[in-house]
């Protein structure tokens, strides 16, 4: 992944910048007609079915009266017919949609499988001051344009975007939260207003002890929105002490469901790639982007099944069992860095009848430990480990596959074995 930009040093030039466009953004009113056009819909877009015009780099938009720029990543062998997640990522103050892009929208490109329609607004003076509401409506205006021609999940909208970014991305729940599902905010602060602010988003905040552009103090007041809109139970999450390197995520309890809350304080400062074990910010060995994958792929499709007629036989009440051998698992290594690696292990169903449930086991190398894993359920971080389905992708049809993924640490030279699959 690319090195983010601007780097530490400018740290006190960005805190100036920011504090001055909060002042124009923090009472910016929006009109309700500037709901983007699916507005909590479950229906698939009218970009379904549809040969799609729109295709991957640099698009130009009207927007408010401006021609604004975003960045569109349209996934490999794109089928129309399927609806597809929808990811916005914000660049941070002085940063680029570019810089988004390049870097794999937080790192969440390499994860996504090509599940995924990912978008990288570009903000005037590369920021979000969102004056009189004019990014809220290119958000509108960029959603309205892909959903037109591209097939989206209306219940798989997901903001994030770090500092500014970050900010941006909490003004978008706050004012759109019967479209976006979830958002993630990286060191942000109440920079791009709060219009609304009132009604439940699934929400993850990560944050810095020791950040001295925005401090944390700020993340935690962002946070604390959406644990009240939530109905979550009020709580002073623990966080690391200084020195230590390392973070600790927190899920709240009590939440509406479907609505959780996630809060990740880190001994560092202002970056949105932290590492444990080391004071040094690194894309590629940071722990955020698979903990900000895992929790937005944690939410379900909503929605509605085809509208095709039912069969004429029914179901049988009880699961067809799996044909022997029909699960297998295959591992590869995605990255590797000093001291540590990224992996993914794809499950396929090679067999005629669908598997209801899957169960991988590998044994690890000496030295090898897995640090976190998504899209999956793990026992065991040593040694011999067995990874179940997650809730949303243990049911695989007949050529179907699904993969998880996970961090390590130690030398990802040598692969794990005894890799197998059984069912259920």
Known sequence: MAKRTPLLSSIAAAAVLLAAAAGGALNAGLGETAQASTNGTLAATAGCGKAPTLSSGTRTISSGGQNRSYILRIPDGYDRNRQYRLIFGFHWLNGSANNVASAGYYGLLPLSNNSTIFVAPQGIDNGWANTNGRDLTL???????????????????FALGWSYGGAMSYAVACARPNIIRAVTVLSGANL???NGGTQPVAYFGIHGIYDSVLNISAGRSLRDTFVRNNGCTAQSPREPSRGSLTHITTTYSGCREGYPVQWAAFDGDHTPSPVDGSPSPNDSRTWTSAEIWRFFSQFASTTPPPTTAPPTTPPPTTPPPSEPGACTATYRTVNTWPGGFQAEVTVANNGAATLNGWTVRLTL??????????????????????????DYNGTLGANASTTFGFTATGNGATAPSGVTCTSP
């Open 139 to 157: 958000f509108d205006d960029i959603s309205r344009q892909i959903e037109n021609d591209l097939c989206v999940d209306t219940s798989q909208r």
């Open 365 to 390: 190398a000496s030295g090898q430990a897995i640090s976190s894993l998504w899209s999956g359920v793990n026992t065991g971080t040593t040694g011999s480990v067995s990874v179940r389905n997650a």
């Open 192 to 194: 791009s207003g709060c």
